[in-house]
């Protein structure tokens, strides 16, 4: 087991919350000097910590705790009605483990999502330098799952193996597979790897009740939330 007791935090000054308008944010980063190792990593995750890029993060606002934690324990984890019909839906696709890595096809998919999805948001436009900062590190607890239909690239689920679950980093998709449910098709399916490999948890990042956005979380039981630094399952 690390030691986190040496480890090195920094913290941001107040900026405008991403998801919360009328709330500024503060932000708390371990060290960038600090190597990335899987002990830590996984004993970070344990304290809410979420990995962009780089960096090892989590929110550290003074006068709001919105943001907190989530994620799925597989182990109990059975589909709903729904569920269970977008994965009979997607039964056609195949899923294979690839190396990050920055190409015309994984680019192309990626610009195509973020300009149908998220116009609105902090990663718009998109860029090749963006994606290259954001999702693409040769560290060997990283990796691209691509769902393919045949030959065409439908969705890449970026997720990171720790020791205690699996990170469910960031999913993009083909927008116009609108039917498919893409997004939560690479949940579900990430949540049957976890459970595969005999891993405790899918990790979600964080949940906030007031963000439309993140309702999408609360669809997977049983979850477990990250409350005064404990996790505690809701039914």
Not at 20 to 49: K, V, W
Not at 193 to 198: L, S
Request: aromatic share 12%; hydrophobic share 35%; proline share 5%.
């Amino acid at each position: 087991m690390a030691n986190l007791a040496h480890l090195k935090f920094y913290a941001t000054q107040p900026h405008a919350c991403s998801y919360l308008p009328e709330q500024r944010a503060t932000t708390l980063f371990l060290d960038p000097q600090q190597p990335i190792d899987l002990e830590t990593y996984s004993q970070l995750s344990e304290l809410g910590f979420r990995r962009s890029g780089d960096h090892l993060y989590r929110p550290h606002c003074q006068a709001c705790s919105a943001c907190i934690a989530s994620r799925i324990a597989v182990a109990s984890f059975t589909p709903n009605k729904q569920q269970t019909r977008i994965i009979r839906r997607n039964s056609d696709l195949r899923v294979s483990a690839q190396a990050p890595a920055l190409t015309d096809e994984n680019y192309d998919l990626y610009a195509r999502y973020i300009e149908a999805r998220h116009q609105d948001g902090d990663m718009h436009p998109p860029s090749r330098e963006q994606f290259a900062s954001f999702l693409v590190r040769d560290w060997p607890f990283s990796q691209f799952y691509e769902f393919r239909l045949g030959a065409e690239l439908l969705a890449i689920a970026v997720t990171d193996r720790m020791h205690n679950g699996l990170s469910a980093v960031y999913t993009f998709y083909a927008p116009e597979h609108n039917r498919r449910s893409l997004g939560r098709y690479a949940i579900l399916w990430q949540i049957e790897e976890a459970r595969r490999q005999q891993l405790h948890a899918l990790y979600l990042g964080y949940w906030i009740k007031g963000c439309r956005k993140m309702n999408y979380k609360t669809e997977y039981r049983p979850l477990e939330m990250l409350v005064n630094q404990r996790w505690v399952q809701l039914s």
